[in-house]
């Protein structure tokens, strides 16, 4: 009797209602929209001002910036690249299994990366200057590995930290 009020229960609850789980998927997504507004919005509001600390058009400021985001860290304090790096770490660090959070992590530098190619596309018109500037000179390669060794630092970090936890919970 108890089994048979479970299961209608169950079929009334699911019938004509779509159920997502957003455990898993809506970390992911959240910390990907993060990344995302928070890594060049922490970089704008830092550049587009001069040093006398009045407003710039973004039509008047460097236009490499966008696809060379290192050459930012030390104007902005190094904040964008803590950012990569503590939500790569955190992405990690939540998952049960760590290649999850690790291969998150590594996802995020070509979503960053065409997020540049869109802001530039947006900001200045659709030309080819990003990709020269992505690839076609070392900075671009540099600006790659840079984020490819935050992500993947961040990564690794949350899963020691975690492994680090659990051993030390079960002595």
Not at 106 to 115: C, G, K, N, S, Y
Request: proline letters at 2%.
């Amino acid at each position: 009797m108890k089994a048979e009020k479970q299961i209608e229960s169950n079929t009334v609850n699911e019938k004509g209602f779509v159920k997502i789980d957003w455990g898993r998927q809506g970390g992911v997504i959240f910390a990907y929209i993060v990344v995302l507004l928070g890594y060049y919005g922490i970089i704008a509001n830092t550049m587009l001002y001069d040093s006398y600390g009045h407003w710039i058009s973004f039509v008047d400021m460097d236009r490499t910036i966008l696809s060379w985001t290192y050459t930012t860290y030390l104007n902005s304090y190094f904040l964008p690249a803590l950012l990569l790096f503590g939500v790569c770490f955190l992405l990690t660090y939540k998952e049960d299994i760590p290649q999850y959070g690790i291969k998150a992590s590594i996802w995020l530098v070509p979503i960053l990366a065409a997020e540049g190619f869109i802001f530039y596309a947006i900001m200045f018109g659709f030309t080819v200057e990003p990709l020269i500037l992505r690839f076609g000179t070392i900075e671009g390669y540099v600006d790659l590995i840079i984020l490819f060794a935050l992500a993947i630092s961040g990564a690794v970090s949350g899963m020691k930290l975690k492994q680090f936890k659990t051993k030390t919970k079960s002595v």
